[in-house]
């Protein structure tokens, strides 16, 4: 019913940029938050930025504040995830997230997921 697919990753040196997308599909869909998540190898999921779907309030990492903006269009059902002078620590798989609940920066909460696109930042 719900599908969530990335996209827009790939491989580029530190400093440079990378624009995720994530489209939604499914008539039904309606999240309270979407959000974008990554995982390195060996390391735990972790929150990236989160956006409210109809207000629009933003929500980041902090180590991604100033860097990274989070976008929507709600017409389009597509998010975004602009990602601006990229760190080797950036490096992970990003998921694209719908929640229609709370606590946005908790991952368990998420019930919307999409496959991953890989980011790889090399120094």
């Known amino acids: 019913q719900v599908q969530l697919v990335e996209s827009g990753g790939g491989l580029v040196q530190a400093g440079g940029s990378l624009r995720l997308s994530c489209a939604a599909s499914g008539r039904s869909f309606s999240p309270n938050y979407m959000g974008w998540f990554r995982q390195a190898p060996g390391k735990e999921r972790e929150f990236v930025a989160a956006?409210?779907?109809?207000?629009?309030?933003?929500y980041y990492l902090d180590s991604v504040k100033g860097r990274f903006t989070i976008s929507r269009d709600n017409a389009k059902n597509t998010m975004f995830l602009q990602m601006n002078s990229l760190k080797s620590e950036d490096t992970a798989l990003y998921y694209c997230?719908?929640?229609?609940?709370?606590?946005?920066?908790?991952?368990?909460?998420?019930?919307?997921w999409g496959q991953g696109t890989q980011v790889t930042v090399s120094s």
């Open positions: 997230a719908g929640s229609t609940r709370g606590l946005i920066r908790l991952a368990a909460n998420y019930n919307y």
């Open positions: 956006i409210g779907w109809s207000g629009g309030g933003t």
